[in-house]
């Protein structure tokens, strides 16, 4: 379980059900293909797919909305979820295989998806999204992670014994070096 600016979100079923509750601004709950309204909120659980086809949705007449079809989502693709990292408006989720999705609040670059606008729409990331965290030349796998107000702290164990972050590169509370070392 994680808590964030008015959210919730936790694990269920085998580690493979993740959930999410509360207020959702900035795509924060990870169930809307658009940016929903100011103070956008849900009040009982809803799904949160990882791996999800939205294509297989057919006509989406509230995009704001919730657009998880639960009985849609292919349980068999959904990764087993090793931790939940929330910020304020944004969410981290690391897969006992690895791989980390994000998504939410994006405009200082904090989901780690190399978005950043001085537009928060243009930022922000309404369904989760794998990271694309290759590094040149450095094998890693990222061990933690952390989501504050506007930065993502990484714990990764990499050939290069290097910590990484992501978010606004002027705040004190980054590790040594921002995301741009990662492609």
């Given at each position: 379980?994680?808590?964030?600016?008015?959210?919730?979100?936790?694990?269920?079923?085998?580690?493979?059900?993740?959930?999410?509750?509360?207020?959702?601004?900035?795509?924060?709950?990870?169930?809307?293909?658009?940016?929903?309204?100011t103070e956008f909120c849900v009040s009982?659980?809803?799904?949160?797919?990882?791996?999800?086809?939205?294509?297989?949705?057919?006509?989406?007449?509230?995009?704001?909305?919730?657009?998880?079809?639960?009985?849609?989502?292919?349980?068999?693709?959904?990764?087993?979820?090793?931790?939940?990292?929330?910020?304020?408006?944004?969410?981290?989720?690391?897969?006992?295989?690895?791989?980390?999705?994000?998504?939410?609040?994006?405009?200082?670059?904090?989901?780690?998806?190399?978005?950043?606008?001085?537009?928060?729409?243009?930022?922000?990331?309404?369904?989760?999204?794998?990271?694309?965290?290759?590094?040149?030349?450095?094998?890693?796998?990222?061990?933690?992670?952390?989501?504050g107000a506007q930065h993502s702290a990484?714990?990764?164990?990499?050939?290069?014994?290097?910590?990484?972050?992501?978010?606004?590169?002027?705040?004190?509370?980054?590790?040594?070096?921002?995301?741009?070392?990662?492609?």
């Amino acid at each position: 379980m994680e808590g964030a600016n008015y959210a919730s979100y936790f694990v269920g079923d085998a580690n493979k059900k993740l959930y999410s509750v509360g207020r959702g601004d900035y795509g924060g709950l990870g169930i809307t293909l658009d940016q929903p309204e100011t103070e956008f909120c849900v009040s009982t659980p809803h799904r949160v797919p990882l791996v999800y086809d939205i294509d297989t949705q057919g006509d989406i007449s509230e995009p704001t909305q919730n657009c998880i079809v639960e009985a849609k989502i292919d349980e068999d693709e959904q990764p087993e979820i090793e931790q939940v990292a929330a910020g304020d408006s944004h969410v981290i989720v690391i897969t006992k295989q690895g791989d980390v999705y994000s998504w939410g609040f994006g405009e200082n670059g904090q989901c780690g998806q190399n978005k950043r606008d001085s537009s928060d729409k243009d930022a922000d990331i309404t369904l989760p999204q794998k990271m694309n965290l290759t590094m040149k030349k450095v094998t890693y796998k990222v061990m933690y992670a952390s989501g504050g107000a506007q930065h993502s702290a990484f714990i990764i164990n990499s050939t290069d014994s290097s910590e990484y972050s992501s978010g606004d590169d002027q705040s004190a509370d980054l590790l040594s070096s921002g995301m741009d070392e990662l492609d």
